[in-house]
């Protein structure tokens, strides 16, 4: 999606060990006339896949989700990184590493809100190396939902967890696939 | 608002210690059709503020904030829990309370969201004894911006919170006001 390259290139920062900081519209101020954007683009690419819900995981996540959900009309439900306590004990439970703060957190998610049934497109902002991509679907599956896939904002192509999931056979859209970035701030799309 | 006491009664539950469950449209699963509805009483209420900003605080509050800034075409900063290691050092923080958690949590925005001269409107999803609140005011305050407003989506007005923020001279709007509630179910709200 050229205008999200072109947003990339303007305002993303490249930081030392490939981080890409797009936290003035993405990831902490987030622009929602730009986010609309992107959540139409979402809804064209999956408006025939009968989507149920649509699953995202806190924090930042949850805006696209939600304005993706709008456009379908289905419920968003997000996954929580820890236990909280008035969630309830009927949860389905995964493990998601993140790479940028150096954790491992317990994802979860109501029982009451995957259905056996659900046809389910995932949305998350980033995609690098799948964990977190792996643990909602793994949600889905322990519902005995179905993942119709995915819809991806910023997905850093040269790392390998687009391609795993694409093995397992799940649909992923990535709006941007970024080839390479440096430190200089160098950054490359896939053609 | 009406339409939204009326979805308290038909959804929400309670909980042991005053906790209202309203996690199947706010809290867990969103509705976005009717949390746009709610984003679009916040615009109406607050339409000739000048508003330059929506701020909110993650999680839960980032979809009703993200619909309305979409409705003011206004950026949206969700202000974060604690200190994530690719948010850079220039940052405004205040301490939150969350007694439902039983935690102390620091939260801050990066100063490059927050300027003099932004006329802030601060939407949550909760208001009960006001940390979270006070701590979004004392954000904005220290980037010498103003707070224009906090519209709530519920209050519990038997705790202190809303009226210790009123006394301070902030605007504070809420859509539904709980007036009291108890472990049998029953919820009263505010004439």
């Known amino acids: 999606m050229r205008l999200l390259e072109e947003k990339i290139l303007k305002d993303g920062k490249c930081l030392p060990g490939e981080v890409l900081k797009v936290d003035n519209f993405l990831n902490h101020q987030i622009d929602p006339v730009f986010m609309d954007k992107l959540a139409k683009e979402f ?28 456009r379908f009309g289905v419920p968003v439900v997000f996954a929580k990184k820890s236990k909280s306590s008035n969630i309830g004990d009927g949860l389905y439970t995964a493990k998601v590493a993140s790479y940028t703060h150096g954790v491992v957190n317990d994802i979860v998610v109501s029982k009451d809100f995957l259905c056996k049934g659900d046809k389910v497109l995932i949305i998350d902002d980033f995609l690098a190396r799948g964990s977190a991509l792996m643990g909602l679907i793994a949600l889905v599956e322990q519902a005995g939902a179905e993942t119709v896939g995915a ?41």
Chains 1, 2 share one sequence.
């Open 151 to 191: 819809g991806i904002v910023i997905e850093k192509a040269f790392q390998d967890g687009g391609k795993i999931i694409r093995d397992m056979g799940v649909r992923v859209e990535s709006l941007a696939r970024i080839a390479s970035m440096d430190d200089n701030g160098t950054i490359a799309f896939c053609k």
């Open 43 to 70: 809804y064209r690419l999956y408006k025939k896949s009968g989507v149920t819900k649509i699953l995202t995981i806190e924090a930042s996540g949850i805006a696209v989700a939600t304005l993706t959900a709008l």
